[in-house]
């Protein structure tokens, strides 16, 4: 049964295909062309069943909701499930706006501060940051942490490199 479907799909999307490129080009017949080729596809490779089966699930889905309406089971899911998207809608929102951040830790920016002194004046952007190599010289060994250190204090020894170097 589902063999003839999707040769016979396919066979009248090729056709729609080539009537396609002859009236508006051949960008519109290569998509149809496209498009043409996927109900076959699904057949050779069993993808066909898979498709079936969500499609199959929907509608057993919506006829039950359609059919349970005076339910009281039925609306209390489809009220916490608008519930959930109101939820959603509103934390993006409040995301946006900066609401409810946690106190104890800063907000990162999506751009790191450029300092004062490295703008050029009159335009709106910082000149390139000089070529640095990412890994010390063999001459530069770095230097080892002296014992009795905390993490914090290398944490600090971390900021104060990224700030010399104009980062964060």
Known sequence: MWLPLCAGATGVGLVLSFLAWRRKGVTSGVRGLAWSLLPIAAYLTGAHLLLWGVVESTVRFVTN??????????????????????????????????????????????????????????????????????VPQAGNPPAAAPKGRTDDDDFSDIEAILKRRGIG
Do not use: Y
């Not at 339910?71 to 809608?89: C, D, E, I, R």
């Not at 995301?95 to 335009?123: H, I, L, M």
């Open 65 to 134: 909701l359609a059919a349970g309406i005076i339910n009281p089971f039925v609306w209390a899911g489809v009220a916490l499930a608008g519930l959930s998207a109101v939820l959603f809608v509103a934390s993006g929102v409040m995301r946006k706006r900066g609401v409810g951040k946690a106190s104890g830790r800063p907000e990162r920016s999506k751009q790191p501060e450029q300092p004062k002194s490295a703008q050029r004046p009159g335009s709106g952007q910082a000149p390139p940051a000089p070529q640095r190599p990412a």
